[in-house]
């Protein structure tokens, strides 16, 4: 067996070497192996990830504010409720609370913080499971805009990667922009300046430092750390926000303390009460159906409307006072009945205030814009102002008696309109029949003119609903909006100009473009003198008629009472020269009120309530006579010419006075108090 030979020193140093070179040339190629990996793993996350170009365009989704016509916030329309605020205009210590709390080397890294990462690694390691994640700001802006928040190695690289991104081709400030503006701070509040205004009632501009070290506490958890559910812990994160601005410089020891004993005052976590659900609630319709629903909810509009905060409060307060009283009356239980209530500019057609309903929150259902319901005796009016455009006047007499009509729907074939309290007046003047709103003399006076021509009459003046063409029309037995009403009765106030009813002054996108604005449209459609007739006579109805319950309101006002079969629904619209209000009240499901609760009853006390406050120091208008309209003193009973105790003022078109009448100039006329008469419908 032979020996084996034992290897010299330099064959043994020549081996070693080779080892060597070969683990050196294995580094080499692991090391370009790990750089091409790298490589390739950028190159596939950079593919992979999104463009960060799009930021300095920064169009996060915006809530849409709603305004009175004071500038008055009333509403606001959000998928996420955010506010923008530029961080120049924030108090410093808003911004180094944040800073200190979230990333206190912020301005010293390129966006990834290579110790927290480390740290963070080092712990998750430990617990075997993602705990702490180490994120900048700047990581966690990428997340918020880019990325998903799950808990996972390969997001968190993404997530470096376009934090790097983002800190190349943005400033600290705009990062920091971006960061105050996104981020998330609880109960539905995004942004600093919508948390400000969620949590104190108070813009981010106005924050002290104790505010804003609670505002910077939330990030982290904001339900665990909210001051409205856990307040206490709330305080611990406070402390701490404010112990990491003291070790960072940005305060000293005694601004801790002081803000450490600040009071802090929230604002109530109940909801803010709907100053007016019905009105917003048909602009959102509006906008969404126009506009869409992502514009609504995202694009951050300004929607300036007509409606008046002091009226809209007037408004609710006389509906729940006026239904409440009805109840009480009736034994009914608290909120079973309806009601609704339009008001609007006469001049302009702007709609000032606007009740839907009783209850919002259990019904969004709109009765002042949606429901149709039978108008009843409200809807005369129209029937004698296309009357006098034919050439009756106030002192034209009809009979009122008893009449029928072939109606094979009725049980004995006939069809026998009555007069509301079953009773016959014989001739009666066009005037008392208004006032006393007698069915038999409106039905007569229809005949007279046609039914067409006073349907038409009526869509002239804004009824657009569809109108039954037979007698039935006389009575009101077409249904109809409440703001259709009241804008065909503003034709009367406006002296024969149809305005169109808006609630929406302008809309503006967040850029400052505006989306639309509205001016008054006003059509003369009706002659002026007409619809002074028809209003003169109307003031009566107040004064002496079926609406008497308001004339203790002491100005000039014309207005009318309705009120269906079985007391189902009851109306009152009247008007001054400037602001027209129109009430409904009655069931959904149609049943009947109660006796006695008439038009003059159960809806024109609400108007009264209403229009007390509405107009309370406004000063007193009268109704301006237009060209072309006499005076003339009449007996009231029978239209003849008297110059008696107890004649009237009537006034009448140019060449239409009843034979012997003498003439009184405009200006001599005076409304004269005339005996009341018997209430009907």
Not at 31 to 50: H, N, R
Not at 99 to 124: C, M, P, T, Y
Not at 339 to 368: C, P, Q, W, Y
Not at 415 to 428: A, E, L, S
């Amino acid at each position: 067996m032979r020996p084996r030979r034992r290897r010299t020193v330099s064959e043994r140093g020549s081996q070693n070497r080779g080892a060597v070179s070969l683990l050196s040339i294995a580094l080499v190629v692991a090391a370009i192996m790990a750089l091409a990996l790298t490589g390739w793993l950028v190159y596939y996350f950079l593919g992979e990830l999104p463009s960060v170009d799009t930021l300095k365009d920064y169009r996060p989704s915006l809530a849409t504010r709603v305004y009175a016509d004071n500038g008055e916030l009333v509403d606001e329309f959000f998928l996420e409720d955010r506010k923008i605020v530029k961080v120049a205009e924030l108090p410093k210590f808003v911004v180094q609370a944040f800073v200190a709390a979230e990333d206190s080397r912020f301005f010293e890294h390129r966006g990834i913080d290579i110790q927290s990462i480390s740290r963070a690694f080092l712990k998750n390691l430990q617990a075997k499971r993602i705990v702490q994640g180490g994120s900048t700001i700047t990581q966690q802006v990428a997340k918020s805009l880019y990325l998903s928040p799950e808990k996972r190695y390969l997001r968190k690289i993404k997530e470096a990667i376009l934090a790097y991104k983002i800190d190349r081709y943005l400033t600290k400030e705009e990062i920091l922009n971006l960061y105050l503006n996104h981020i998330y701070l609880g109960h539905g509040t995004y942004g600093v300046e919508a948390a400000a205004q969620g949590y104190f009632g108070k813009s981010a501009r106005h924050l002290n430092l104790p505010e804003a070290a609670m505002l910077a506490g939330l990030p982290k958890a904001p339900s665990t750390y909210s001051p409205f559910t856990h307040f206490d812990r709330a305080r611990q994160r406070q402390r701490y926000v404010l112990e990491r601005m003291t070790e960072d410089g940005y305060i000293a020891r005694a601004d801790l303390e002081r803000a450490l004993n600040y009071p802090l005052t929230l604002r109530s976590v109940r909801p803010r009460e709907k100053i007016a659900p019905y009105f917003v609630e048909h602009i959102r319709r509006y906008i969404v159906e126009k506009y869409g629903s992502d514009v609504l909810y995202r694009e951050g509009l300004e929607v300036y409307t007509t409606l008046n905060i002091a009226a809209q409060k007037a408004a609710r307060e006389a509906m729940e006072r006026g239904l409440r009283e009805l109840e009480q009356r009736q034994g009914y239980e608290a909120g079973l009945v309806q009601g609704a209530l339009v008001a609007m500019d006469v001049k302009t057609g702007a709609i000032k205030a606007l009740i839907g309903g009783r209850e919002f929150s259990k019904s969004e259902f709109n009765r002042a814009t949606q429901s149709r319901r039978q108008p009843g005796s409200a809807f005369k009016p129209f029937i004698y102002t296309a009357a006098f455009d034919k050439g009756l006047t106030p002192s034209s007499r009809f009979v009122d008696e008893p009449i029928s009509f072939p109606d094979p729907s009725q049980p004995n074939g006939l069809w026998q309109p009555k007069n509301f309290d079953g009773k016959f007046t014989g001739p009666t003047t066009l005037r008392n029949a208004i006032v006393q709103s007698r069915n038999v003399i409106t039905i007569k006076v229809l005949q007279d003119i046609g039914v067409d021509y006073a349907a038409s009459y009526a869509n002239v003046m804004g009824i657009a609903s569809p109108l039954a063409r037979n007698l039935s029309l006389a009575l009101g037995s077409s249904g109809v909006t409440l703001l259709e009403m009241v804008r065909a009765y503003g034709v009367l106030a406006n002296q024969g100009r149809r305005t169109t009813p808006y609630f929406i002054l302008k809309i503006v996108d967040r850029t400052g473009h505006v989306f639309e604005e509205n001016q008054p449209k006003v059509d003369q459609v009706i002659d002026p003198r007409i619809a002074f007739i028809t209003s003169h006579v109307m003031r009566d109805v107040v004064e002496s008629g079926t609406g008497r319950r308001v004339r203790s309101i002491g100005r000039p006002v014309a207005g009318k009472t309705g009120t269906t079969n079985d007391v189902r629904d009851a109306w009152f619209l009247g008007f001054t020269p400037s602001l027209i209000a129109g009430v409904w009240v009655g069931f959904d499901q149609e049943r009947s009120l109660g006796q006695q609760e008439v038009g003059g009853r159960a809806a024109a006390p609400i108007w009264l309530y209403f229009m007390s406050q509405a107009l309370a120091g406004q000063p007193v208008e009268t109704f301006p006579v237009p060209e072309g309209i006499v005076f003339a003193k009449v007996n009231p009973k029978t239209g003849e010419p008297s110059n008696g105790g107890g004649s009237i003022y009537e006034g009448f078109l140019e060449g239409t006075t009843p034979p012997g009448a003498t003439l009184v100039e405009a200006g001599q006329v005076k409304q004269e108090e005339t005996t009341p008469l018997e209430e009907d419908e």
